[in-house]
């Protein structure tokens, strides 16, 4: 049902000639998530077998917004063979590319030639199931300049804490305070709503972040800054585990967003191989007898010969698993060797195009 209101509200924003769009910060090199994201940028990775960034646009698609820009820097042209011009997912998709690194208010100055309305702001390492038609209610219905979404986390010590008064104005950011200086819980969940008008803040060709330039600079004109607090579903993709975490959540349908419609079984899985009902493994694939996969992500044409046991793990495309080797909580990149008998510990995360030998062991099962 509230999806149900959210879609008519989308559609009756429409209606009434509210406009918006939407900006992608999508030019980071994903640094944390190497050596994944060596040859696969980090908006594109395969998050069950789906590139990260079509989470972001299912959003979008339901907030009724239609218009994206894409910020990219690092291997641009990979992402637009991906989304193309957006057609193939009823988008309409530009693209804007840094000639050097503009900080995130800096990327959002650099795509100002597309900005002419309200827009939503995404990092584009988010996995969320936010109501973003409930977030541009509460922006337009306080007539905000800029609204900052926050969320909730038990620790804030690794994070920027962002304070907000009685009437949801915003008031100060601490950024990553000590235990005794924390006053609140809640953090920048990286997803913004600004006006056009927040651009004449930033200034051109230059490094320049949302929130050490943009965001005091709004504080400091007294310009109507607004938080929407969420408590929806939240997750930054950055760093293997969480990745993992990604993977693992949508498996169980924790996502309102999202749900896995099939998890059908191929033409070459052998029916002496047990797969769980929670693993997802492409049809593409070859799965051999006494082959057990738990709780899994199996990417397009992989090759799992007898008694491999994968438990807890994503394998991205390509790869050949050997007779009994054994994989527990790692992540394994496309076109990857594992050879007979290897182990694979838990933590270990593999590159692309590795070769783990007969018998070896990979981590140290942490």
Not at 50 to 72: C, E, H, M, N, W
Not at 235 to 243: A, E, F
Not at 250 to 271: A, V
Request: hydrophobic residues 35%; charged residues 20%; negative net charge.
């Amino acid at each position: 049902m509230v999806h149900i209101i959210s879609n008519l509200t989308a559609l009756l924003r429409t209606l009434i000639g509210v406009s918006m769009q939407a900006l992608i910060l999508a030019g980071g090199k994903g640094t944390r998530l190497r050596p994944l994201t060596m040859h696969t940028p980090k908006p594109i990775v395969p998050i069950v077998n789906r590139p990260f960034l079509l989470y972001q646009i299912d959003l979008l698609k339901k907030a009724g917004i239609t218009d994206i820009i894409l910020s990219l820097s690092y291997q641009p042209k990979k992402i637009e063979d991906v989304l193309g011009d957006g057609t193939d997912y009823s988008m309409h998709i530009v693209y804007t590319v840094e000639a050097q690194p503009l900080g995130t208010a800096g990327a959002f100055k650099n795509a100002e030639s597309y900005i002419s309305e309200s827009t939503v702001v995404f990092n584009g390492d988010i996995l969320t199931d936010i109501d973003l038609a409930k977030v541009l209610d509460q922006h337009h219905t306080n007539k905000a300049t800029a609204t900052i979404v926050l969320t909730r986390v038990p620790n804030p010590t690794s994070y920027g804490l962002v304070e907000t008064g009685a009437d949801g104005r915003v008031q100060r950011f601490l950024e990553k305070p000590k235990a005794e200086e924390v006053t609140c819980n809640t953090i920048n969940a990286g997803i913004y709503v600004l006006e056009p008008e927040t651009l004449k803040y930033i200034p051109e060709g230059e490094n320049y972040s949302f929130e050490y330039g943009l965001f005091p600079d709004l504080l400091n004109q007294g310009a109507g800054f607004y938080a929407y607090i969420s408590s929806d579903y939240w997750l930054d993709i950055g760093t293997p585990q969480r990745y993992l975490t990604a993977n693992f959540d949508i498996l169980r349908d924790r996502l309102n967003s999202y749900h896995i419609t099939e998890r059908q079984r191929g033409e070459k899985f052998d029916e002496a191989a047990r797969i769980d009902e929670l693993s997802l493994v492409d049809p593409s694939c070859t799965i051999k007898p006494g082959v057990e996969i738990i709780n899994s992500v199996i990417g397009p044409n992989c090759f799992i010969e007898e008694k491999a046991r994968i438990e807890n793990c994503v394998v991205w495309s390509g790869t050949r698993v050997g007779n009994s080797a054994v994989m527990f909580n790692s992540i394994i990149g496309k076109s990857c060797f594992i050879g007979r008998a290897a182990e694979i510990k838990s933590g270990s995360v593999l590159g692309d195009k590795s070769v783990v030998t007969d018998y070896s062991q990979i981590g140290n099962g942490t």
